[in-house]
């Protein structure tokens, strides 16, 4: 099979999952459903294609350790949806943007360039903790513990979303 086959039952299941997923955690998918839906096939098709859910208007790398910062949801929907109301592909909304009280516009490109966001790899603070302390790039949830939690009990983002922060 190819990919870029992707049946209707498919994104039908992933869209309702998404939309329910968005909406226990204080997120909106956009409302033009057949744009939605078309943006959740291109998640599916990349999910088959690298193994992972990058974003479908983003170039991925195919690896996942380069591309962890494009995993839907991205690093940088929420300063998106803060500034612009969407996040670079539009399938996350505002509030405002749903109920028509502001409209939708191109949000400009927030990922750095590969060399940027290699120099921006965190150097550690010595802690006096017992423990590592972990934060989830998605949605900043942070736990103390070993190891990361396998998804983040918020936003449900995989273990390799994870930072250590401390």
């Known amino acids: ?20 997923e ?22 599916i098709v990349n999910e088959r294609r690298y193994g992972y859910p990058s974003c479908p208007c983003r170039l991925a790398m195919g690896s996942r350790e380069r591309d962890r910062d494009i995993i839907c949801p991205c690093d940088y929907r929420d ?11 539009a399938l996350y909304v505002s509030g405002a943007i749903l109920r028509g ?3 939708l516009t191109p949000v400009p490109e927030r990922r750095p360039p590969m060399a940027e ?3 921006q790899e965190p150097v550690l603070p010595a802690s006096s903790l017992p423990w590592p302390v972990w934060r989830c790039r ?10 990361p939690p396998e998804v983040c009990p918020i936003c449900r983002a995989t273990q390799d979303r994870f930072e250590r922060f401390l």
């Open 117 to 119: 966001r290699r120099a």
């Open 22 to 43: 968005a909406e226990e955690g204080g997120y909106h998918l956009n409302p033009d459903v057949p744009f939605t839906k078309n943006l959740v096939r291109g998640l």
């Open 79 to 89: 300063p998106d949806l803060d500034q612009y109301g969407a996040c670079y592909c």
């Open 138 to 147: 998605v949605c900043g949830y942070l736990c103390a513990r070993t190891h």
């Open 101 to 103: 009280e502001r409209e």
């Open 1 to 20: 099979m190819n990919a870029e086959d992707v049946d209707q039952e498919a994104i039908e299941r992933l869209y309702e999952r998404l939309t329910r």
